[in-house]
């Protein structure tokens, strides 16, 4: 068993924690909003991401998860310290490591004997040495600084965690690699490797993975967008390139770009740290740029198919980034929401989990409504922008009969053309031939 402290109760940090106390560990979990910390010592999950709460309960009946505002009572009862912590982007792109650094400067106040302090958080590379010089400011007893990203799949992040593909560890101390290898001994039984290596590298491996991920989905929407002008179809292209074992099935499927909190921030935050030390990343440009414009690929579609989209009203399913989470940073859902807006047409809106956020940001500019169908009705068309799995087969009389006329712009390719085509909807989607009524 060990003791650990983490701070910071966000998505990260509360999966880090929980997931830690699964396997036997004491963990305390640190948060300065002491409403947020009431509702978990209460046994509010306060973020949705599947099977968390499950285990979240567990874990504090069983007392081996705990929630304070005291951040000095928990570190007096740790010996290993997560900084899962925020690193929202500047107007630069540059990561804000003010919360970081300045956590690692209250820790050297704090401490009283040896802590493994652990960069959860994705920072740039160099931020492992920030971390340090900050701490050294106030310590007087020793402590080493860890670099441990994670590779946490909004959706997936439990399962994740548990059961993860590798565990990186930056560390150039022998004393805390071999703590840090004994945490992670439970999650790694069924051989899947713990990978050492120095900080710097460590913290680089977390945005380089990240990018060549966010590069992928951006290539295959390029391809996406050719096939259109070509005439060719996106999803066998996908298929018969995915089959190559070199390039693999996943990250293949085009849409309407990416989003969350991952990819854009840590694509932005790569470019920044190479025109910082004058290295210009050509490639990761261009993704963003594609990114962007991909975002509202589906309003371009609308134009050209309706001119002027003042007064029409549509129907919106899905506003969370991904289905299987309620975040809504850098969604498409929300381009295209204020692109239509600033269009002069309505909106009314459904996601099964991400419809308050967006209210949070838009509050009665769009509809919104409790159920998928609801949303129809006397609608121009159904645009549909998160692949959540309740869309995916749906009562597409229903949808006939609700609409003005069965037209729907998919950003998500989730139905299959020839059955479009057989029902009698006009159909619009990424990739691929456009569904005539």
């Known amino acids: 068993m060990k003791k650990i402290a983490v701070v910071g109760s966000g998505y990260v940090g509360l999966v880090t924690g929980t997931c830690f106390a699964e396997t036997g560990n004491q963990v305390i979990c640190v948060d300065i909003d002491e409403a947020k910390v009431e509702?978990?010592?209460?046994?509010?999950?306060?973020?949705y991401e599947p099977h968390l709460d499950v285990i979240f309960e567990r874990n504090i009946k069983q007392g081996r998860l705990t929630f304070t505002t005291d951040l000095k009572a928990a570190v007096d009862e740790s010996e290993i310290i997560f900084l899962a912590l925020p690193t929202p982007p500047g107007e630069d792109g540059s990561a804000d490591l003010s919360y970081v650094l300045g956590v690692a400067e209250?820790?050297?106040?704090?401490?009283?004997?040896?802590?493994?302090?652990?960069?959860?958080?994705?920072?740039?590379?160099?931020?492992?040495e920030q971390v340090?010089?900050?701490?050294?400011?106030?310590a007087t007893v020793d402590f080493d600084v860890v670099s441990n990203p994670e590779f946490l799949r909004e959706g997936f992040a439990v399962d994740d965690f548990l059961k993860?593909?590798?565990?990186?560890?930056?560390?150039?101390?022998?004393?805390?690699?071999?703590?840090?290898?004994?945490?992670y001994k439970p999650f790694v039984r069924q051989g899947n490797p713990i990978i050492f290596m120095d900080e710097k590298s460590a913290e680089l491996t977390k945005y380089a993975a990240n990018s060549f991920l966010a590069t992928k989905i951006t290539f295959m929407n390029e391809i996406a967008n050719f096939c259109e002008r070509v005439g060719a179809n996106v999803d066998d292209v996908r298929i018969g390139m995915g089959?190559?074992?070199?390039?693999?099935?996943?990250?293949?499927?085009?849409?309407?770009?990416?989003?969350?909190?991952?990819?854009?921030?840590?694509?932005?935050?790569?470019?920044?740290?190479g025109n910082d030390v004058g290295y210009k990343f050509q490639i990761i440009d261009a993704v963003l740029d594609v990114n962007h414009r991909q975002k509202i690929k589906l309003i371009q579609k609308l134009e050209n198919h309706y001119g002027d989209l003042k007064g029409k009203n549509f129907a919106l399913w899905g506003l969370a980034f991904k289905p299987d989470t309620d975040d809504i940073r850098e969604a498409p859902a929300l381009y295209m929401i204020q692109q239509l807006l600033d269009a002069g047409a309505s909106i009314t809106a459904y996601d099964p989990e991400a419809m308050d956020n967006v209210k949070e940001m838009f509050g009665d500019k769009i509809a919104f409504v409790d159920n998928a169908y609801d949303a129809l009705a006397d609608k121009d068309a159904l645009l549909i922008a998160t692949e959540w799995g309740a869309f995916r087969n749906p009562d597409f009389g229903k949808i006939q009969s609700s609409l003005k006329e069965a037209k729907i712009f998919d950003g998500r390719n989730l139905f299959d053309l020839e059955e479009m085509e057989g029902k009698g909807f006009y159909y619009e989607s990424i990739g691929r031939r456009t569904i005539l009524k």
């Open 39 to 47: 509702k978990m010592k209460n046994g509010v999950v306060p973020i």
């Open 243 to 273: 089959s190559d074992t070199r390039i693999g099935k996943r990250f293949l499927f085009p849409g309407i770009g990416f989003g969350g909190s991952c990819f854009p921030k840590d694509v932005q935050a790569l470019v920044k740290s």
């Open 106 to 128: 209250d820790l050297g106040k704090i401490i009283t004997d040896y802590k493994v302090i652990v960069d959860k958080s994705t920072v740039p590379v160099g931020t492992a």
């Open 164 to 183: 993860p593909d590798r565990v990186v560890i930056g560390s150039s101390s022998d004393k805390a690699r071999n703590i840090m290898k004994e945490l």
């Open 132 to 138: 340090e010089a900050a701490v050294k400011k106030n």
